[in-house]
């Protein structure tokens, strides 16, 4: 391991009883990069993300974070680690700016101009105590103490939940402020939408397994999209159902609508033979396509055949 890997993981297995955790996980995560940690419930996220903190002990395998062994350099480690836990339990009775002070002071001091940033972009009232807030205000405390440090790594367990729209837009803001300062993030989610627009690259894990690791871009480009066209007049469907990508077609009329797998171009160049009177295309849902692919396909291996360069496949 480098100074250019942030985190590396080799067989790290952890085993509750004879229930998986995580099993054989060979991880990296680059200095400086964002990495979505995906999943459905139960995949292995939390417990990863615990072993990772020394908060649980692996079953087998080795973890180095920030270049440091997490069982013998805990308390060096956690210095250089903004983390969020994916269960809050905050202590006490206290104000949210007392708290946050605190937690300053343990990591030896930080700006409070720093705090009250945070706060003001996470619209956070720090004069409330904490435990007569929302779910969702606890989590802001969460993130801020998480972030306030400018910590060389963030460990973030399913940042966004609790959060309403606005406020997850400024923490993909927040994430995007690190990694432009050359922190690194590690975030967990079960959704996809959000890692996207603030991950490099995700893993997805799956029954406690790897079940691969992808650019974001690659993602993009695997993402089918629906299409609706309207025409001024009837169209025929074998006209169109053999162009590259074009996929699920049906003619009603004037109205053709498929789903397109990649490039717009040959269905686009291929209407404007006709007069086109409305084109709808429907945002991709890498939810349905990309996450279906990984999670509802018994032989999900076999369908993964574009190398990225990136994938890493256990052969779960
Ligand atoms: N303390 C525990 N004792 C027994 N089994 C556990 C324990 N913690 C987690 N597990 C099991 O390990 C597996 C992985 O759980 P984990 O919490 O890591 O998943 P996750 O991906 O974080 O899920 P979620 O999105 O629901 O938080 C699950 O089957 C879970 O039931």
Redesign the pocket.
């Known amino acids: 391991m480098t100074s250019d890997t942030a985190v590396h993981t080799e067989g790290l297995t952890k085993f ?2 004879a ?4 099993e054989n996980l060979d991880l990296e995560v680059r200095t400086g990069e964002v990495l979505g940690f995906l ?12 072993l990772l903190l020394d908060f649980l002990r692996p079953t087998r395998g080795h973890a180095t974070v920030l270049g440091l062994d997490p069982r013998r350099d805990k308390a060096a480690l956690h210095r250089h680690i903004g983390y969020l836990p ?1 269960e809050l339990a905050f202590p006490g009775r206290g104000r949210a700016d007392d708290l946050l002070r605190f937690f300053g002071a343990a990591r030896g001091g930080v700006p409070w101009s720093r705090v009250t940033e945070l706060a003001e972009r996470l619209e956070l009232d720090l004069s409330r105590p904490v435990h007569t807030m929302s779910k969702g205000n606890k989590q802001k405390v969460g993130l801020v103490q998480a972030f306030m440090h400018e910590p060389a790594l963030l460990v973030l ?2 940042p966004t939940s609790g959060l309403d729209p606005l406020m997850q837009q400024e923490f993909l803001g927040l994430v995007r402020d690190a990694r432009t300062a050359g922190q690194t993030v590690f975030m ?1 989610s ?1 959704v996809l939408a959000e890692v996207q627009q603030a991950a490099d690259r995700v893993a997805i ?1 799956r029954d ?1 397994r790897l079940a691969a690791v992808e650019r974001v871009e690659s993602l993009g480009k695997r993402a089918v999209r629906t299409v609706e066209i309207h025409f001024a007049d009837p169209v025929d469907a074998a006209e169109f159902s053999a162009l590259p990508g074009v996929g699920a077609v049906t003619v009603s009329g004037p109205v053709l609508r498929c789903t397109v797998d990649g490039r717009l171009d040959p269905l686009v160049k291929a209407a404007a033979r006709h007069e086109v009177i409305d084109l709808l295309s429907a945002e991709p849902d890498l939810e349905e396509t990309f996450l279906s692919f990984y999670y509802h396909t018994e032989h999900h291996s076999e369908r993964h055949s574009e190398g990225t360069g990136d994938a890493a496949r256990t052969g779960a």
């Open positions: 509750y009883g229930r998986r955790g995580i999943g459905p419930n139960g995949a292995g996220k939390t417990t990863t993300i615990r994916g367990d399913e967990s079960h894990v406690g």
